[in-house]
C-alpha cells in the first residue's frame, strides 16, 4: 500500500504514473498495489484525469488511521494546496501471513522508495527458497 500526499502533490502524480511502469513486475512477484491519501473523492476524481493508472486507487484516509499507520501528517501551507491536514509518503508491504514484512514512511515527498530496487527488493524477499525474515524486530 502506497500512502501518497494527495492530487496536490506534483510528486505524487509523477510517483504513481511512475508505479504503473512496474505493476508488472510486482504482479511477478507476488505483490498488489494500492494507493490512497486522505484526498476526498471529488478530489480524486479531478486526480485521476491525470493519472495514467490501472490499480485501485483510495481516498478519504483519516487522520486518525494516518495516526494509526504511524506516517507524518502535515497541515497545508495555503488553502491552495489543499484544504485539510494530509499524509507524507509512506510504504506499507503485507506478507502472505498478514505482518508488515517492509515498511517506508518520510516526512517529506522528495524521499521515496526507488521503484525499481523496490520491485527486485520484494522478489528476492518473497522466493521461498531465500527465507528472508521480518527485519528490524529486535526489542530494546
Not at 495514467?52 to 501551507?77: D, N
Request: charged fraction near 25%; glycine fraction near 8%.
Amino acid at each position: 500500500m502506497f500512502v501518497y500526499r494527495g492530487k496536490h502533490c506534483p510528486l505524487c502524480t509523477k510517483y504513481l504514473n511512475e508505479l504503473e511502469g512496474y505493476k508488472q513486475a510486482f504482479a511477478d512477484a507476488g505483490v498488489d498495489i494500492l494507493a490512497v491519501s486522505g484526498d476526498s473523492k471529488e478530489q480524486l476524481e479531478v486526480h485521476l484525469e491525470k493519472l495514467e493508472i490501472s490499480f485501485p486507487i483510495a481516498y478519504g484516509l483519516t487522520e486518525e488511521q494516518m495516526k494509526t499507520l504511524g506516517v507524518y501528517i502535515s497541515i497545508p501551507r495555503s488553502e491552495q494546496e489543499t484544504d485539510h491536514n494530509f499524509a507524507e509518503p509512506g510504504l506499507f508491504v503485507v506478507n502472505e501471513h498478514g505482518s508488515l514484512h517492509v515498511v517506508d514512511i518520510s516526512n517529506n515527498p522528495f524521499v521515496r522508495p526507488e521503484l525499481g530496487a523496490l520491485s527486485r527488493g520484494l522478489a528476492w524477499i518473497r522466493d521461498p527458497n531465500n527465507n528472508y525474515p521480518i527485519r528490524g524486530m529486535l526489542d530494546y
